[in-house]
């Protein structure tokens, strides 16, 4: 109880021996209905062993208000101050930011804001702490801290990571409480971009969406067919298509440049035909769109809010590299990424060095599973793909001749046991560049020589590494305004020159790898992914859990 934290105010034991004092509201008084408040508070609290989050409010509130001398922080005698005032304003907007007001308190915030008396006052001012905290603590970190390898496990962000006094202090004490609140949101043009979508969205959605577009034959441009006039419609609906005709069933020119830009921004091939996936994609509805942006925006929040001056950002889901220099996009490229069973984990790292004409020392896992049954079916696979075999991973192992082994005898548990690695040159799994951010997964970009992969719309064919289409241009950005004497050009010459060479980065590099389903431009055109991982759907029924 609160009583443990806090001496017993005198004003208290006055009223003990003399009850007909009379305090009505003055700032006495208020000190002591807060301090009859808290107390409730924690009773109310204990009521709810299950819950930590409301446990760790509890906490906060004592700790707050005992560290600010049990005063009210955000009323007094006359009313709400102004602070308070801009706090509810915030609150009201949360809105704005994918959030619920009313996971803030904000209608019983409402009916109190003009009641004078000390009772009401003082519940309103320690709601408005509990509101800034729950605010602050959500736009913080994430309503949960998840993590990204297994968005399922979600959890509560560590209390010890998130200081409400020293935020509370800080906030009452900033000359702008409004500007000092938008602070704490991500200020980068992912978040911001996806935030400008979010409204369009919504009133779709509340004005009753699109209609749904009937399974049949594929349309191809010239065709007719009688879902044609409903096709428009919804393109038209959702902005993918000015003003036309909808009584006409013919598949037209102009819809199928709308059908193809659609195809694009749902990652999907641009071909124009409309088919099964194109349909499908059609069919999400508008409140669907709603919540993937509302999950996506969570997920900005649960990461570092700061992704730098200049930075490579890689988009898992939209199969997509972006390298930006203050907040302005300076390089884009299509990526591969791994497959469903070979995820690539979601993280932010530093990007240390580059090796040109790279080694590759080939997983063990790749090495059992994949490459034991190639050199049984030829003995030469090995030498023809120029890969060495040495007899362990040490540093002192001996060299192996490949022909010398009889690989039909070694079963993949002996093959473990050998270290494979593929030379440099044109055949290397890892192509001409390497680029490395040490990190627990063993994670790192690099070149391919499988360059027609890159034709897909969906590009997850990695062992969890991430492929570049055009690593000399990363190369270039990485070193690009801070060393004049790199240019593309030198790449070209050190990767024809077949040497192995390691260029470390002056000054390491932010690389942040995402996973995003729902990525917007700065006109607030939305780009929507498939959930390759099913990492929404996860996402979605912790969330969204009524």
């Known amino acids: 109880m609160l009583n443990t934290l806090f001496a017993i105010p005198s004003l208290l034991c006055l009223l003990i021996f003399y009850p007909g004092i009379s305090l009505a509201s003055t700032a006495e008084q208020l000190n002591l209905v807060l301090y009859d408040q808290l107390e409730q508070f924690t009773a109310d609290f204990s009521d709810s062993p299950n819950n930590n989050r409301l446990h760790n409010m509890q906490r906060w509130l004592s700790l707050v208000y005992g560290q600010t001398g049990l005063q009210p922080l955000w009323v007094n005698i006359d009313g709400p101050a102004e602070k308070a005032a801009i706090l509810l304003s915030v609150i009201k907007n949360a809105t704005i930011e994918g959030l619920d007001p009313e996971q803030y308190y904000i209608s019983r915030l409402t009916s109190l804001w003009n009641d004078k008396t000390p009772e009401a006052l003082i519940e309103l001012d320690t709601l408005l702490t509990l509101a800034f905290i729950n605010y602050t603590y959500d736009i913080g970190g994430g309503r949960s801290k998840f993590t990204f390898n297994s968005p399922a496990a979600l959890k509560e962000k560590k209390i010890a990571a998130y200081d409400a006094l ?46 749904s577009i009937a399974s049949g034959k594929s349309i191809h441009p010239g065709e007719n067919d009688s879902r044609i006039p409903t096709i428009k419609n919804r393109l038209q609906i959702e902005g993918f298509l000015q003003a036309a005709t909808t009584d006409t069933t013919t598949y037209d020119e102009l819809l199928a440049q709308a059908v193809i830009n659609f195809q694009l921004r749902h990652g999907l091939t641009g071909d124009g035909v409309i088919g099964t996936a194109t349909i499908a994609a059609m069919n999400i509805t508008a409140q669907q769109k709603v919540r993937q942006i509302l999950i996506n925006l969570e997920r900005w929040r649960g990461k570092d809010h700061d992704l730098g001056q200049k930075y490579v950002l890689v988009d898992i889901a939209g199969f997509h590299l972006e390298g930006i220099t203050d907040n302005q996009v300076i390089l884009d490229m299509p990526v591969i990424i791994g497959t469903v069973l070979n995820k690539t984990p979601v993280f932010s790292d530093l990007i240390q060095y580059m090796e040109i004409n790279p080694f590759w020392n080939i997983p063990p896992s790749i090495a059992r599973n994949e490459i034991l049954e190639e050199v049984k079916k030829d003995n030469n696979y090995l030498n023809s793909s120029n890969i060495r075999v040495f007899s362990d991973w040490s540093h002192e192992a001996s060299e192996i001749n490949p022909l010398s082994i009889d690989w039909n005898k070694i079963n993949p548990q002996q093959m473990s046991r050998f ?29 391919t020589p499988s360059q027609a ?94």
Request: aromatic letters at 10%; hydrophobic letters at 35%; one cysteine or more.
């Open 166 to 211: 020293k935020l509370i202090q800080t906030a009452l004490a900033a000359p702008d409480l409004n500007l000092f609140m938008n602070n704490l949101l991500p200020t980068h043009r992912y978040y911001t971009n996806l935030r400008a979508a979010l409204p369009h969205y919504q009133d779709m959605a509340a004005a009753g969406g699109w209609p």
């Open 453 to 546: 992969n890159f034709k897909h719309a969906k590009r997850a064919f990695s062992h969890g590494c991430i492929r570049l289409q055009q690593p000399v241009k990363l190369a270039d950005f990485l070193m690009n305004n801070r060393h004049n004497d790199w240019s593309q050009e030198r790449f070209h010459e050190i990767i024809n020159s077949g040497k192995r060479t390691i260029i470390r980065l002056p000054e390491p590099l932010p690389v942040h790898i995402t996973y995003q389903t729902v990525k917007s431009d700065q006109q607030g055109l939305a780009s929507f992914h498939t959930d390759i991982y099913d990492q929404d759907r996860q996402l979605e029924q912790i969330l969204f859990k009524e």
């Open 419 to 447: 270290k494979l690695r593929q030379e440099p040159g044109k055949k290397n799994a890892l192509g001409s560049i390497k680029f490395v951010f040490p990190n627990s997964s063993s994670v790192y970009m690099h070149d």
